[in-house]
């Protein structure tokens, strides 16, 4: 597999992998092979975290197998199908993601792979292009993808991944069959997590990684730990003036900041619940224990969940647009001590 010659710096591609809670989805799929009625396009929806990709590497690898021509959809890595996959040469398989350093899926890279769905099969077979993450498409690659959802060419598969569905245009959703991967139950996730990291996980972790036992993993070896320290600290140092808007910021900024986002948002809504409750013990994170300063007045509960919604939408534009991201973090900082602590908050600078 390789990705199209356009893009500057092309990335390893995801090796085809199901996992435990895929088990659904690949039972829709193997249904409609052997009925002979894949769809000639599918949207993958799921969270981050959950194996989109590899479900969709595995997917394009058993389309294309040799195995599975006359039988169930399987991945048998031993025809010489799966051979060029492996070796990421497979002359029938497209895989269209954000340029280095790039959030959007151009219209060029799209179209391109638009086009090529329309050729006759390399090897007189399916022709396979997957497009992701789906909603960071351009209007004109949204476009191009529209016009082949219209007129597809036999043969052909075009696999959207998106973990917003939402973002994707209303006419390109409907003219894709929607396979949607599930969360598994927290006991599922927990167990997942022990096995593949052969110690036990806190559900904090979990929840940070909202659900999504692929993410908790990658912070399970004491990132989610030295994350979660790192952010008391800073906010216990900015609420006892110790730091400033401007320090915190830069600090943000440089380093995780969509999951400083992710953390603020549980820990506020933490917060807030708190607040209804009535309870004097101000969670830093859901289940941990008290370590920033008490606010001296109660606090405002729907101004504390204006932060929430703030929060989200910051991580959302920070994901589509290209925000001055030191200048955006420190509005939302001095929006914060508004809340938090009112007489303390500086007038933000103008951008």
Not at 229 to 236: A, C
């Amino acid at each position: 597999m390789a990705k199209k010659e356009e893009q500057a710096e092309p990335q390893p591609l995801p090796s085809p992998r199901l996992l435990p809670w895929h088990s659904a989805a690949i039972g829709q799929l193997r249904q409609a092979w052997t009925a002979n009625r894949l769809p000639h396009a599918i949207l993958v929806q799921g969270a981050e975290g959950l194996g989109t990709e590899s479900f969709a590497a595995w997917l394009a690898a058993a389309v294309l197998c040799e195995k599975s021509v006359d039988g169930a959809l399987e991945v048998c890595g031993a025809c010489a199908s799966c051979a060029l996959i492996k070796a990421g040469s497979h002359p029938d398989l497209y895989w269209v993601a954000p340029e280095a350093d790039k959030t959007q899926l151009s219209v060029d890279q799209v179209r391109a792979a638009c086009e090529e769905l329309s050729k006759t099969s390399f090897r007189q077979g399916y022709k396979v292009a997957i497009i992701e993450p789906a909603h960071q498409m351009t209007p004109g690659a949204a476009n191009s993808v529209l016009k082949t959802l219209e007129e597809p060419s036999k043969g052909s598969l075009l696999v959207l991944l998106t973990s917003r569905p939402s973002g994707l245009l209303p006419t390109v959703r409907s003219r894709c069959q929607k396979l949607t991967i599930t969360r598994p139950s927290t006991a599922d996730a927990m167990a997942w997590l022990q096995q593949e990291s052969g110690k036990a996980v806190s559900p904090a972790l979990l929840e940070f990684s909202g659900g999504a036992p692929l993410k908790a993993l990658a912070y399970a070896d004491g990132a989610f730990d030295a994350l979660n320290q790192h952010m008391q600290k800073s906010l216990r140092d900015l609420l006892s003036g110790d730091a400033d808007v401007t320090q915190v910021a830069a600090e943000w900024e440089k380093d995780a900041l969509i999951d400083r986002l992710i953390w603020l948002d549980l820990w506020l809504s933490a917060l807030a619940r708190t607040g209804i409750a009535g309870s004097d013990d101000r969670v830093t994170f859901p289940g941990g224990p008290a370590h920033l300063p008490s606010p001296s007045r109660p606090l405002n509960i729907s101004a504390l969940y204006s932060m929430v919604d703030r929060t989200r939408a910051l991580k959302a534009q920070l994901a589509r647009t290209a925000l001055q991201r030191e200048l955006a973090v420190e509005s939302w900082l001095i929006a914060l001590l508004e809340v938090l602590a009112p007489g303390k908050a500086p007038v933000a600078r103008a951008s």
